[in-house]
T-cell receptor, first 113, second 115 residues
Framework: DAGVTQSPTHLIKTRGQHVTLRCSPI?????VSWYQQVLGQGPQFIFQ???????GRGNFPDRFSARQFPNYSSELNVNALLLGDSALYLC????????????FGAGTRLSVL | AQSVSQHNHHVILSEAASLELGCNYS??????LFWYVQYPGQHLQLLLK??????LVKGIKGFEAEFIKSKFSFNLRKPSVQWSDTAEYFC?????????????FGTGTRLKVLA
């Protein structure tokens, strides 16, 4: 069975640009969460979506947005990129919101120059 | 402030030694607690979880953790580590406020087990 898939695996952008990261959950999973992981730190929660609705939000600026599609895949958008946005962005899917066990993808490595 | 603290950033043990990784959290309200593990070259995966009930929970590969509410702690233990336990371990809290969810991870502990 396919796990959580994320694309692209690596991305290089310059300051001020915007970026879209994509995530396909495990088949049957209806919830997707996004995390930012800076080197040497634990994952920082950005969003959780369930059935196309936002169900949780971390402490990130409005430059970060996301959405979930009818097939439960998801996009994370970041506008006006800053150097500090350079990180590994992880997607996790679960059968349901909240207590559902999260299964993580390999992540997208974003470098902002 | 909501936070998760992992006391040890790096731990080195010999095989067969006992392991205890500390985790303390600060979060108002009901929490659910997790330990995740990331083996070299692999994705983050769930090691064990606590939602309610028996505060001593058992996970995969012989790991267990004890929830002590009065100490806001959820320490991870294993009586005898193996070389294959070399990995990074993350403690995490999931809290609920007004029907929305928030996940907080600790900074992680890198465990190296010497053969």
């Amino acid at each position: 069975d396919a796990g959580v898939t994320q694309s692209p695996t690596h991305l290089i952008k310059t300051r001020g640009q915007h970026v879209t990261l994509r995530c396909s959950p495990i088949s049957g999973h209806k919830s997707v969460s996004w995390y930012q992981q800076v080197l040497g730190q634990g994952p920082q929660f950005i969003f959780q979506y369930y059935e196309k609705e936002e169900r949780g939000r971390g402490n990130f600026p409005d430059r970060f947005s996301a959405r979930q599609f009818p097939n439960y895949s998801s996009e994370l958008n970041v506008n006006a990129l800053l150097l500090g946005d350079s990180a590994l962005y992880l997607c996790a899917s679960s059968l349901r919101e909240g207590r559902g066990i999260q299964y993580f993808g390999a992540g997208t490595r974003l470098s902002v120059l | 402030a909501q936070s998760v603290s992992q006391h040890n950033h790096h731990v080195i043990l010999s095989e067969a030694a006992s392991l205890e990784l500390g985790c303390n959290y600060s979060y108002g309200g009901t929490v659910n607690l997790f330990w995740y593990v990331q083996y070299p070259g692999q994705h983050l995966q769930l090691l064990l979880k606590y939602f309610s009930g028996d505060p001593l929970v058992k996970g995969i590969k012989g790991f267990e953790a004890e929830f002590i509410k009065s100490k806001f702690s959820f320490n991870l233990r294993k009586p005898s580590v193996q070389w294959s336990d070399t990995a990074e371990y993350f403690c995490a809290v999931m809290g609920t406020t007004s029907g929305t969810y928030k996940y907080i991870f600790g900074t992680g502990t890198r465990l190296k087990v010497l053969a």
